[in-house]
């Protein structure tokens, strides 16, 4: 619950009067907004004194006056500098006026110092000051000896026992601040609302919440006497009352209320902060005003309310929606420290979605911000991650060394994280320093084997030769370190990738790891590689390769290595021809990892395992996935554009079909794709011929295209020589067609090639088809000859048939 402090500005204001002799009417005017209560207007009329010609006494009383300004005013930096001048060393005032100001920038230490030592003309306001820092300092019991000594002060000693109550109270001491309350008879509305306040911070930590609730409610409802401080402090008592009844609905009306009417409150960061502690608790989330908020210009409420409208949305579960808001946020936000951790959530959400170059922008935003240092090593921590995850190893390192100087208390962590991003940087010196760095921090020995082990893992993920023998090294140096699961999984892998994979030494590896209480990441990494081990098999059982991808997806839900093990599960699916598996798995890889470059793979493949299936209209529902491809214009566009092409003619949209093509022809698509265009054009054509002979023209036209391309794969050159040969059949050119066919097998003897021969034998095979057909033997039994000694799976056919003419038409003297 927030805490309420004693008024110490107040005081000064109130109570410190500098006695330097007659002032002038000038230095009268300057100073009278002090005692009017507006510092504000006293510091710009003693900085316009100040610019005159004044005496020496008037110089340091108009300093002196300007310094108890600015800590009225809230610049207790600059009234610091002021006082710390020469010229006001020796003035009574002085001493309070430097605590005043330390105490107001938590420098606490340094306030009590001051404190101890006033002027008597400060006595008593000094003892509030001594006390108010002994309780920040974690020193109740001396504070409550000071707050005794003030009790019995006329202008003090109201507001001490109140200080006593709430201090008490902090202790878990309700009698003690009963008894100290009911002693209390308050002679303002200010101490009355105070009193009640405490009396309902009372009831509730005695659990009498409803009772609680009514105290606190009363004074929500007539606020009038009670200060900023204990309003704010109320709201929360307010919240934290039904939050433990478990009705947190019948509280944030009051908070609400609050930030209705007070838009530019300094405290609303820590109000919206508990609406949404509240909102979080309700069963039905609640956006409404948060949403209103954040479309009205009144600041910091707009920003704030966009921030807490974030967290709505992603409770709901609606990721996009809350993306939308944070950029529309980041556009017009107030350049305020407490934005700073609202970009921190911003930039979590673009990690986790391994938007790594978009999450270090936001977070060097965020750090310009001049957030606190426990929330800057939280940002310069996550930076560091970002960069590291996106292989910027020295910026990593850079991150993670600030992050180390903002929180010493986490310094080791974010000094092995130096270490290791230098190591990966391959900037051995710089590893060394940061190494040298941690060894001074503390660092025991388990981290000097985190050290070796890492820099042993970098060597094994940069395929280094020593990198078994550092492992190895490890092991024996290190041998009941936790994390040596870790490197015999390494050890695996490292045999694994060796050529040809050293399968059964893998699996020994894996077996070593599995006995030494393995780690979460071994666990991890050793589950991840067993599918790889089974799969690569020489006979691979693909049933126990999907159990195992299916048992690494349930234990390791969250792991970055999720999407390949869907991969491989839904590629395994596809290879048994279980399509509907398939589709399934490819989808769920689309859906997970929006972000991923693997989404577009998996939403091609999703398609094309639709369009496998059987099912009643699998080849629309194909379509539809395919155009959601195209969509993204990404890669796999003009891809997608070939397959719908293909679906539309397998449902007679040959028309359809052709558009298709034409669109990927006219494209930016890769040459292989036009190359698949072309030929999917050119077979339209063909099978137009049927009705209209002049659509083989029109075939023969793409499939020369496709043959006379530069550097074209044997594959398609002599698919499209076939294809030409045959168009040129049905157009009644058989010695036509017969030079195209031979084309492919006089190209496909060329010693320098890599033979082809699906497309080799069937051209060999109509080109000596044709022959006999025109009764010529002998080049017919030559074509067989080059196709029964070209090494192929069907050379036994051809020199079946070779034999077969030989016999029936006397060819031995060939």
Known sequence: MKIIRIHLLCATLAFCRVASGEQSLALNHATQPLADGVPEVAVVRLRALLADKLSAEEKRVAMTKLGEALVGSGQPAEALTILNDPVCRDLPATKFLQAQALAALERWSEALLLYQQPAATFRADALAGQAESLRALGRTGDALQVLSLLSRDDRWGTRARLRTAELLLAQNDTAGATRELDSIAPKSAVERKERRFLRACIELRLEHRDRAAALFASILKNPEGATHSVLVSTLFGIAEAHLQAGSPGAADDYLEDFIERHPGDPDLPAIFAKLDQLYAAERK????????????????????????????????????????????????????????EAFLEYAQLLFEEHRFEEASAILERARALGPAAPLRARIDSLAGRAHYSSRRFDAAAEAFRRAAQSSPASADGALFNTSIAWLQAGDSAQFVAAERDLQKSGGNEQIRGDLELEQALVEAGRSEKKAATSLQNFIRTFPKHPRTSEAWVALAELAFHETPPQIEPARQHLARAAGQQPTAAAQERGDYLVIWIEDAAEKPDEAKVIALANQFLQKHAASALAPDVRLKLAETYYRRQDFASAQTQFSLIAQQNAASPLTEKAQFFAAQSAMQSMGSGSLDRALVMFDEVVKKNGEWKWAARNEQAVIERKL????????????????????????????????????????????????????????????????????????????????????EALAAFYEIIEDEGRPDRRREFFWFYKAGFNAARLLEEDSKWQPAAAIYEKLAFAGGGRSEEAKARLNRLRLEHFLWDM
């Open 285 to 340: 989330q609640s956006r409404h005003e948060l949403g209103r908020w954040s479309r009205e210009p009144a600041q910091p409420r707009r920003t704030l309310a966009q921030w807490y409208l974030t967290r709505a949305e992603l409770r709901l579960g609606r990721r996009d929606r809350a993306f939308l808001i944070f950029e529309q946020m980041r556009a017009d936000h107030l350049p305020r420290p407490e934005v700073a």
């Open 652 to 735: 007679g949209k040959t028309d359809d079909a052709l558009t298709l093509y034409d669109e990927v022809l006219k494209g930016d698509a890769k040459p292989a794709e036009k190359r698949e265009a072309l030929c999917g054009r050119g077979d339209i054509f063909y099978e137009l011929g049927a009705t209209d002979a002049e659509y083989y023209r029109r075939a023969i036209e793409s499939y020369n295209q496709l043959a006379a391309q530069t550097g074209v794969a044997s594959h398609w050159r002599n698919q499209a020589l076939f294809k030409k040969g045959m168009c040129l059949e049905k157009l009644k050119a058989p010695a």
